[in-house]
């Protein structure tokens, strides 16, 4: 349960960041160690809830994008960057970025809390 | 808390994100650039995005509202036109910002700010060239006369007002993938861009250089042979037989013309980075009504530039209660530049003339540049100090002295480096102040012949034939441009600077550029061939092209109740002229016993070939290598006797030799013992072009449209390949109507027909809008592929309520 309303938060706090035009784009890392802090999971909990819900967030947005836009951009930036004109890749690469800012936000917001060690 | 892993991965996050905030080389910052609510994914427009709009601005002096047809055209209609510009620098910039940002900056000498130290010879070129000094003459003149200033001020804010809304997120693509910001609009970048289109028409048109190396080996009858300025062929633009007014100003040589000038055989080994396309052309023509069916005359223009994504070319109508204009603009500039409006229509391709002289200038001392002889004295130079700003390089300072002629461009720090050549001053029209922009202001309102005359004689730089129609049936052509009146062979090779004498005495008075009104035969065509034939009583030189033009004429001569769909279909004719004459020839000379079975397939082919440059022609592609190696063969060998080699004879010189004689001196070729004969360079250009046959039918490239590969390139070029159209199947070539090469050609097509209603077509190789995330940006192009085009809507006010207004944007005033 505790890792489901982390993932949402994470996600919800970041689109929000998105649509704030004095956040700079990695404003989510800081919603994202802030729902760690409050919602208190384990490191690596924390880093996956962090990552899933970015990584969520990201890729169905550029999906949902790509789908409006009938892939006239993504094949060409898919191209620039080397993934082979592959769209698919390229909204995995996107989410796979913003989950790893996010997860690591989210683990220092764990390590933040935490109170005695654990292993 | 726990301390040390919290102080890890708080450092490691950190260190992430700065990682992905930073640009890596080439590399776009890629946190910020795949962030799905800043990145590029923003620009990814939704296929169904509307443009619907109110905006409110407090510049507007009135209210206005913009119809945006279905292909994305803008229909303006203002109350004044103060907001009439003001909104058309608004669109420019909201669909086209950083092509003019990039342009302007290019223009400028800037291009090492985006791309780097790869840039700074390039810019360095610019800076020498004069070019923001031109643009800051022309801003001068501008300065001079407030109502024009009140126009360009009305752009510029209007160019800034879109800026002003820009975030990180709507940013255009290009920003987000080169990462940087783009620059306020500023008159002087209006300037810059009307100056970067003169370097493009009129800044190639020169040889100087090569010409000056040339005359160091050759004779003056064999230059004269070499480089003919009236070719056989020439169908003048001014038609034959037209008697010219006795000459306002008679050029004197200075008496030591022949031995300090003529004679002189010492060579330059400076040269040119950034040489404009020899291909820079175009054709336009006009009919009279007495040619056509309808009886109203129709006008055809078709610029050839550089093809590019997105296009140099923005389609717009700009209507005023006084006005009402269509056709295409520049983005960066106010105005249409070519287009039609209720009462006539225009069009322009440009002059070819030489306008850019180098002189020697002599130093006190080479390395500050600060005095140099000139009438017997020491001269001060202005020194003005260049810095150019690197993107990941230090700072560079370039000092360039400014003499009477006008800037040194070449010195001993460049571009020669090495052998550390020669101090050229170079002299060019384009450096004098003059306003080119109020010639389409005027154009855009003009009403007749005498209101388009009026329009452009003050048009100085770069020199273009303005072609001209009306619905008063008026049909006409003026090569308008500030020409030098040169004495004969004046300024073909790098001049003596160190006294007046070889300065330009004066220019061909305005009334007698070369012009034509309604001639008796119903028809005037203008395809940068030489002006007029060899009665102008001026010298002038310049780089013409004389096949489209024969082309041209052959067709128009023939034709008669000629329709718009007529001129469509010409505009993309593939007949090749020079391959017409080239024919009978090649194969008169050609040892066809010589030839092995490869060879021979080859020669069928050619043999067979119907002289059309389709795009699955084969006979073309075995053609042009075989042409290609026949000039290789009887020039290059003469040709390498300078360092750097002297210019390559025009293709049509060398045919109009062989038709005249066929065992000219340098057919022979000096690098072997035996003395060859016209048979065996033919056959052996037969041959060397086989081997290079093979090797393209081998890679499935002989049909000609696979040979050339034509492309229209993203404006970065090679940096963006995915975002070009390539391997269009187009065919055509320079020298041929439908003048596609690979990535070169027709940049906007246009028939106009001045009937009442008007009819108008056109189409361009790209689309409306700049953005690469728009299915706007290249929706043009199978159309100008297969020869189409677009019915222009000419909107009327009683139109605004139309079914093909798809979407209104609505300025106000705030």
């Not at chain 1, 505790?2 to 989510?28: Q, R």
């Not at chain 1, 892939?71 to 690469?93: R, W």
């Not at chain 2, 006409?476 to 070889?502: C, H, N, T």
Request: net charge neutral; hydrophobic share 40%.
């Amino acid at each position: 349960m505790k890792f489901l309303v982390a993932t949402i938060l994470t996600a919800i706090l970041a689109f929000i960041t998105g649509l704030l035009s004095f956040s700079p784009w990695w404003g989510f890392a800081i919603t994202s160690l802030i729902v760690a802090v409050l919602v208190h999971q384990k490191a690596g909990k924390a880093f996956l809830a962090g990552f899933t819900g970015v990584f969520l967030l990201w890729a169905g947005l550029a999906w949902w994008i790509d789908m409006n836009n009938n892939g006239v951009l993504s094949v060409k930036i898919a191209n620039v960057l080397p993934l082979g004109g592959n769209t698919i890749y390229l909204i995995i690469v996107t989410g796979v970025v913003g989950g790893l800012v996010a997860g690591m936000a989210a683990m220092c917001g764990s390590f933040l809390r935490s109170t005695k060690s654990r292993s | 808390m726990r301390i040390v892993p919290f102080i890890i991965t708080t450092v490691v996050t950190t260190a992430l994100v700065f990682a992905l905030n930073k640009q890596w080389g080439t590399i776009p910052p890629m946190g910020k650039f795949l962030h799905p609510q800043y990145g590029f994914w923003q620009n990814a427009e939704p296929s169904s995005q509307s443009f619907d709009a109110n905006l409110i601005f407090a510049d507007i002096k009135g209210k206005a509202d913009v119809y945006f047809d279905d292909r994305l055209v803008p229909h303006v209609f203002a109350e004044n036109d103060e907001d009439l510009y003001f909104i058309q620098g608004y669109l420019h910039a909201k669909f086209r910002l950083f092509q003019m940002d990039l342009q302007t900056k290019a223009a400028e000498g800037r291009a090492s700010e985006i791309a780097g130290p790869k840039a700074i010879n390039y810019d360095r070129e610019q800076r020498r060239l004069g070019m923001k000094y031109a643009a800051e003459n022309a801003m001068k003149e501008i300065d001079k006369d407030p109502a024009s200033k009140l126009l360009f001020d009305a752009y510029t804010k209007g160019v800034n007002a879109y800026i002003g809304t820009l975030k990180e997120s709507n940013l255009p693509l290009e920003y987000k993938l080169l990462n940087f910001k783009p620059e306020k609009w500023t008159n002087l970048r209006t300037a810059l861009l009307l100056k970067m289109m003169a370097k493009m028409l009129s800044s190639g048109t020169e040889s100087d250089l090569a010409y000056t190396n040339a005359k160091s080996v050759f004779i003056p009858d064999e230059l004269k042979k070499m480089y003919p300025q009236v070719p056989d062929s020439l169908m003048p633009i001014i038609p034959k037989g037209t008697a010219f007014e006795k000459p306002g100003i008679m050029p004197i040589a200075p008496l030591s013309a022949d031995s300090i000038y003529i004679n002189n055989n010492e060579i330059v080994t400076a040269k040119e980075i950034s040489k404009p396309d020899i291909n820079n052309g175009s054709n336009n023509w006009v009919v009279a009504g007495s040619k056509t069916q309808s009886g109203a005359p129709i006008l055809s223009n078709d610029p050839h530039l550089e093809l590019s994504l997105p296009s140099i070319w923005y389609e717009m109508q700009l209507q005023t209660p006084t006005s009402n204009t269509y056709g295409v603009s520049l983005p960066g500039s106010p105005f249409v530049i070519i287009g039609f409006n209720d009462s006539i229509a225009w069009g322009v391709t440009n002059s070819q003339r030489d306008v850019k002289d180098y002189y020697q200038i002599k130093f006190r001392d080479d390395k500050t540049k600060e005095e140099y002889w000139f009438d017997s004295a020491w001269k001060k130079s202005e020194l003005r100090i260049e810095t150019i700003n690197v993107k990941g390089g230090s700072t560079v300072f370039d000092t360039v002295a400014y003499t009477v002629f006008g800037p040194v461009m070449f010195d001993k720090s460049f571009s020669d480096t090495l052998k550390g050549g020669r101090s050229l001053a170079v002299r060019w029209t384009a450096h004098d102040p003059s306003n080119e922009g109020m010639t389409f202001y005027k154009l855009n309102r003009a009403k007749n012949y005498d209101d388009y005359t009026e329009a452009i004689k003050t048009f100085e730089s770069p020199g273009q034939n303005f072609v001209f129609a009306s619905k008063a049936g008026d049909i006409a052509i003026w090569q308008q441009g500030k020409f030098p009146a040169r004495w004969d062979r004046q300024g073909l090779f790098v001049m003596p600077g160190e006294d007046s004498s070889y300065m330009w005495q004066g220019f061909i008075p305005q009334v007698e550029n070369p012009h034509s009104k309604n001639p008796e035969r119903g028809y005037l065509q203008s395809a940068n061939q030489r002006p007029v034939d060899s009665t102008y009583p001026y010298f002038i030189p310049g780089s013409y092209i004389t096949e489209r033009g024969v082309t041209i004429e052959k067709y128009l001569s023939g034709m008669n109740n000629i329709t718009p769909a007529d001129m469509m279909k010409l505009q993309n004719n593939y007949f090749n002229t020079l391959a017409e004459d080239a024919k009978p020839i090649l194969l008169q000379f050609l040892r066809e016993a010589d030839l092995n079975a490869a060879e021979k397939k080859y020669l069928d082919i050619f043999k067979s070939w119907d002289l059309m440059a389709t795009p699955d022609s084969k006979g073309q592609t075995v053609y042009q290598c075989w042409y290609d190696q026949l000039e290789i063969g009887i020039w290059k060998d003469d040709l390498s006797k300078t360092k750097p080699m002297s210019p390559w004879p025009n293709e049509e010189t060398t045919m109009e030799w062989l038709k005249r004689d066929t065992a000219f001196k340098f057919i022979d070729d000096i690098n072997t013992p035996q003395i060859e004969t016209l048979y065996d360079i033919v056959t052996t250009a037969l041959k060397n072009a086989s081997a290079e046959l093979a090797k393209k039918e081998s890679e499935g490239k002989l049909e000609w449209t696979k040979f050339k590969n034509p492309t229209v390139y993203h404006l970065l070029k090679d940096a963006l390949p995915a975002f070009a159209r390539k391997g269009l199947n187009i065919g055509g070539n320079n020298n041929i109507i439908n003048a596609v090469t690979h990535s070169h050609g027709p940049s906007w097509r246009m028939v106009v027909q001045l009937s009442s209603p008007t009819e108008a077509y056109g189409v361009y190789p790209g689309g409306q809008s700049g953005n690469p995330g728009s299915k706007y940006y290249d929706d043009y192009i199978d159309k100008w592929v297969e020869g189409k085009y677009n019915k222009l809507w000419f909107m009327r006010d009683g139109d605004r309520m139309d079914k093909n207004i798809k979407w209104t944007m609505k300025f106000n005033k705030g």
